[in-house]
């Protein structure tokens, strides 16, 4: 049985170079830190989420009705599946695992259907039509495959919930398949987080955009004050004119990175899918013992089996700067062309960025 509360957080340990958990590294920026100190010296009052709820808003284009401000996507999910009584619900695989555990805990049964590999393309005939809950994500963890808006938009029609997890959006230059801002998709529940561009895991962030009546529907499932004051505070800076300016250079810096992790690869490794987000899908032979010998060199990545649609040979692995992407290369190459085990000293940090 899969694990579906398995995530990368899992595989870190002290000393290893962590390629499992894709938060950018780096973050939070120092601004957003002063930004989260000040925001404790409010703490003794109840959070009040109207400016952040009009902040975000208004980065979508939306009125604060269309506005679910929510402790992570994870929350999102959960909300989803205590409010909502689907008859079908149907998760597009390999993908996340936290909706269809969520959905599964409330007592809905779940559908899979697994895309097939190596594109995982997204054939919207392939939802059956009497589905009323579609989760998919896109961009999509752990393929990092970027489905079309038309394809994904494809799916929306009326008495159905199309769950679109976008937590890794932003980390795509311009956001070209993104739905956040459609207004006219009947169902539609696009799912935002702050977690991995803002480096904010910790903090627990996150909004849902939605119709108004839907955003009330979940909104009723949450305990009031669900979001607590730095977290708003976080949503409210987040969202100006600067902090979007940093995060599209980070999303464009971060396909630079992605193109020289790529290239460094050695033979014997499969990029599965066409990675446009900030972690790439390998597949290599004997995966566990790879794994197990990446450890043992330093390195930190995910495994593929705990996802369905994939099995051990299955590794996901961070994008993080070129320096850092050659060293793991070259550890991994030593790790394929060998079945020795020898332990190299993992590269310093410093050494490699
Ligand atoms: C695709 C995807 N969606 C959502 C989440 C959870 O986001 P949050 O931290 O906002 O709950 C993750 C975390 O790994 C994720 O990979």
Not at 207 to 236: K, R
């Amino acid at each position: 049985m899969t694990d579906l509360h398995h995530h990368g957080d899992a595989e870190l340990a002290p000393g290893l170079v962590d390629l499992a958990v894709n938060v950018r590294a780096g973050t939070p920026p120092e601004w957003l830190r002063a930004v989260l100190h000040r925001s404790l010296d409010d703490a003794a009052a109840y959070p009040d989420a109207g400016p952040a709820r009009a902040a975000v808003a208004a980065a979508h284009d939306r009125p604060p009705e269309e506005v679910l401000l929510a402790a992570g996507a994870a929350e999102v999910f959960v909300l989803v599946a205590r409010a909502l009584r689907p008859r079908r619900a149907v998760v597009v695989h390999p993908s996340f695992t936290e909706p269809e555990a969520a959905l599964r805990a409330a007592g809905h049964p779940v559908e899979r259907l697994v895309l097939d590999a190596p594109g995982y393309r997204l054939l919207p005939a392939a939802v059956p039509a009497a589905a009323d809950l579609v989760v998919l994500g896109n961009p999509t963890n752990p393929t990092s495959v970027l489905h079309p808006a038309e394809a994904v938009a494809a799916l929306a029609r009326p008495g159905r919930v199309l769950l679109v997890d976008e937590a890794f959006a932003d980390t795509v230059p311009g956001e070209p398949e993104s739905l956040a801002g459609r207004r006219d998709l009947p169902g539609l529940l696009v799912v935002r987080s702050l977690t991995k561009t803002w480096g904010l895991a910790g903090l627990r962030v996150g909004y849902a955009l939605g119709a108004p009546d839907l955003v009330a529907a979940l909104a009723a499932a949450q305990p009031h004050w669900p979001v607590s004051t730095p977290a708003l505070a976080a949503l409210t800076a987040c969202t100006t004119p600067a902090a979007r300016a940093e995060s599209a250079a980070a999303a464009a810096e971060l396909t630079g990175h992605r193109a020289a992790l790529l290239a460094a690869l050695p033979d014997g490794v499969e990029v599965v899918g066409e990675p446009r987000s900030s972690f790439v899908l390998l597949r290599v032979p004997h995966g566990p013992r790879v794994r197990a010998e990446l450890r043992a060199h330093g390195w930190a990545v995910r495994r593929g089996d705990t996802f369905p649609g994939l099995d051990g040979d299955h590794l996901r692995v961070a994008v993080r700067d070129a320096g850092t992407s050659r060293a793991f290369a070259t550890d991994l190459a030593a790790i394929l062309g060998s079945s020795s085990t020898t332990r190299t000293a993992p590269p310093a940090l410093e050494e490699i960025r």
